[in-house]
């Protein structure tokens, strides 16, 4: 079976500084990772899929196949990137989407 | 406006009293599914459905039932809640299989049952 791992539930760094959020995925198929976000009182959204290999409000994953991993990196926080995010892996032919517990990132003024 | 709406946003009920929450979407999706959200477990999946008549079961279905009928609705529907059943719920769709994963949420139900 699938499964997502975050393991960090908070994540504390100060503005400026350089953001790393774990992701870590177990699954036989060939995956399909994304990480979604949840600002304060809004929808989740999607921030980044990796078959994009985009850079999105300064964001970047790399899918890393032999860590099973697709970490989300920020060279310099900001304020505004303060939110929850979900690194989803999507299976079961674009049918089945498993979810991370979450990281909640706290930037620091 | 494109979204996904879910209706009651907040429900306070009690143990076996039968309730559904409403979820509809205006962007002629065809994937749609429902979500639980609890403290330290993250979104979990509850059911799915890729189209009209056609529906799954995801990770946690059980005390759920699903339809969908039509294809802007998926209802969720608790046929006899229980309190370990209270959680934030959300409604997701997708415009189809191989959508490249972009699910577009609703705004979250937020269910106690007492």
């Known amino acids: 079976a699938q499964r997502v791992t975050q393991p960090e539930k908070l994540l504390s760094v100060f503005k400026g500084a350089p953001v790393e959020l774990k992701c870590n995925y177990s699954y036989s198929g060939s995956p399909e990772l994304f990480w979604y976000v949840q600002y304060s009182r809004q929808r989740l959204q999607l921030l980044l899929r990796?078959?994009s290999r985009e850079s999105i409000k300064g964001f970047t994953a790399d899918l890393n196949k032999g860590e099973t991993s697709f970490h989300l990196k920020k060279p310099f926080a900001q304020e505004e990137d303060s939110a929850m995010y979900y690194c989803a892996l999507l299976s079961g032919g674009y049918q089945k989407v498993t979810f991370g517990t979450g990281t909640k990132l706290q930037v620091i003024p | 406006e494109a979204q996904v709406t879910q209706n009651p946003r907040y429900l306070i009920t009690v143990t076996g009293k039968k309730l559904t929450v409403t979820c509809s979407q205006n962007?002629?999706?065809?994937?749609m599914s429902w979500y639980r959200q609890d403290p330290g477990l993250g979104l979990r999946q509850i059911y799915y459905s890729m189209n009209v008549e056609v529906t799954d079961k995801g990770d946690v279905p059980e005390g759920y039932k699903v339809s969908r009928k039509e294809k802007r609705n998926f209802p969720l529907i608790l046929e006899s809640p229980s309190p370990n059943q209270t959680s934030l719920y959300f409604c997701?769709?997708?415009?189809?299989?191989?959508?490249?994963?972009?699910?577009?949420f609703g705004e979250g139900s937020r269910l106690t049952v007492l």
């Open positions: 990796h078959i």
């Open positions: 997701a769709s997708s415009l189809s299989r191989g959508f490249g994963g972009e699910l577009f």
């Open positions: 962007m002629n999706h065809e994937y």
